[in-house]
C-alpha cells in the first residue's frame, strides 16, 4: 500500500491500481496473487501429508486438532450436504476450503497483505474448477443425456411451458451457479481489503499531517481502528471460505440428486 503525494499536499486515493500487480523474475504471468496461489496449494498439500502422517490409536495433540479441522469439513459441509455420497467428494471440499482459507488470510499477514481472491481472476477460475467437479459429478450420475434433462427439464412441469423453462434452467445452473460463486467471494475479499487500505494509508497521511492536532490524533485512531478490521477480515475470510465450499457441495449434490 504505497502512499503518493500529489501536488499541494494531497494522497492518493487507495482503488483499483493498488490490486494490479506486474510479473516477477521476467514473468508477466507471475504476479503476487499467482504466487500466493502456488504458494497456498503448497501448503495446502504439505499440510495435510504432514496431518495425516503418523496417526495413533491413542490420538496425539497434534492429531486431535488435525482431526477436528477434518471433521468440520467432513461433518458440517460434506456429509450434511451430500450424505451417503459424501465420501467421492470430501477430498476435492477438503482441499477447497484449505486453499481458500489460506488465500484469504495472507491479507492480514504484514508479509503479503493482499488476499489472492480480491482479484477477480482468481476467483473466476476456483469458480471454473467447481463448475467441471459439479458438472462432471452429474454426467457420471445420469450421463451426459441424463444430467442434461435431469437440469434443465424439472419433473411436473406442463410441455408447454418448456420452452420457457430450460434456457432459464440453463441460465441457472451453467452461468448463473459459477458468475454468482466467484463474484461473492471476490466482492467481499475486495471491499474488505479496500476498507482496510482506506484506514490505513488514509491514517498515516492524517497522522503525518504537519501542525493540525487534529488530524494527527484521527490519523492514530484510524490506524488503530485498522487493526480491528483486520481482525473482523481474519473472520470473513473464513466465513467465505465456508460458504464457498458449501455452495460447492449443493451444487454437486443437486447434480447427483435422483430427482430435479
Do not use: C
Not at 498439500?45 to 482431526?67: N, Y
Not at 434443465?152 to 411451458?161: D, T, Y
Amino acid at each position: 500500500m504505497n502512499l503518493v503525494p500529489m501536488e499541494g499536499g494531497g494522497w492518493v486515493t487507495p482503488g483499483v491500481k493498488d490490486f494490479q500487480f506486474d510479473g516477477n523474475y521476467g514473468i508477466d504471468w507471475l504476479t503476487k496473487p499467482a504466487i500466493q496461489a502456488i504458494l497456498a496449494a503448497i501448503i495446502v498439500i504439505a499440510f495435510w501429508l504432514w496431518a495425516s502422517s503418523g496417526l495413533k490409536v491413542k490420538p496425539t495433540k497434534k492429531q486431535v486438532v488435525m482431526e477436528r479441522a477434518y471433521e468440520f469439513v467432513r461433518n458440517a459441509i460434506a456429509r450434511d450436504t451430500l450424505g451417503r455420497d459424501y465420501r467421492k467428494f470430501l477430498p476435492y471440499l477438503l482441499a477447497l476450503f484449505s486453499f481458500i482459507l489460506i488465500n484469504n488470510w495472507f491479507g492480514e499477514l504484514f508479509f503479503s497483505m493482499f488476499p489472492t481472491f480480491s482479484n477477480i481472476g482468481y476467483a473466476y477460475g476456483l469458480a471454473i474448477v467447481t463448475f467441471f467437479v459439479y458438472v462432471g459429478a452429474g454426467f457420471a450420475k445420469h450421463g451426459v443425456g441424463g444430467y442434461l434433462k435431469h437440469t434443465l427439464m424439472p419433473p411436473g412441469v406442463p410441455w408447454w411451458i418448456m420452452p420457457l423453462i430450460i434456457p432459464l434452467e440453463f441460465l441457472s445452473n451453467f452461468i448463473t451457479r459459477p458468475l454468482t460463486l466467484s463474484m461473492r467471494l471476490f466482492a467481499n475479499l475486495f471491499a474488505g481489503h479496500l476498507v482496510i487500505m482506506l484506514f490505513v494509508v488514509g491514517g498515516a497521511f492524517l497522522l503525518t499531517y504537519p501542525d493540525n492536532l487534529f488530524f494527527n490524533v484521527s490519523g492514530a485512531l484510524s490506524l488503530i481502528f485498522s487493526f480491528a478490521l483486520l481482525g473482523l477480515e481474519l473472520f470473513i475470510g473464513a466465513l467465505q471460505a465456508y460458504v464457498f465450499t458449501v455452495l460447492t457441495a449443493q451444487y454437486v449434490s443437486s447434480s447427483i440428486a435422483d430427482e430435479h
